[in-house]
């Protein structure tokens, strides 16, 4: 079964790190870029970050310097680490595989 599970989400203070997870079917994550995607309320969804099966990454403007995502592609798992969170990162997240799939999301909330 095709399936993208994320975890991690929460409260955090500005200023604050979270790391979020994202475990993937085997056949869906080894050899597709994976990406981190977010929609705020109101918002429509936007790319936060993308990860290539060789380790390539790209980020949105808005998050470089803060973001981290990476890959374990032995746990068939990837990562966003996120530091110096800000009340306009409030959004859930969502994993994405190249091959069109979609986790449930996570919500992440910043705020004092």
């Known amino acids: 079964q095709v399936q993208l599970v994320e975890s991690g989400g929460g409260l955090v203070h500005p200023g604050g790190s979270l790391t979020l997870s994202c475990a993937a079917s085997p056949s869906i994550f080894s050899t597709y870029t994976m990406g981190w995607y977010r929609q705020a309320p109101g918002k429509q969804r936007e790319l936060v970050a993308t990860?290539?099966?060789?380790?390539?990454?790209s980020y949105a403007d808005s998050v470089k310097g803060r973001f981290t995502i990476s890959r374990d592609n032995a746990k068939n798992t990837v990562y966003l680490q996120m530091n110096s969170l800000k009340p306009e990162d409030t959004a859930v997240y969502y994993c994405?595989?190249?091959?069109?799939?979609w986790g449930q999301g996570t919500l992440v909330t910043v705020s004092s």
């Open positions: 990860i290539t099966m060789v380790g390539g990454t």
């Open positions: 994405h595989s190249g091959v069109g799939a």
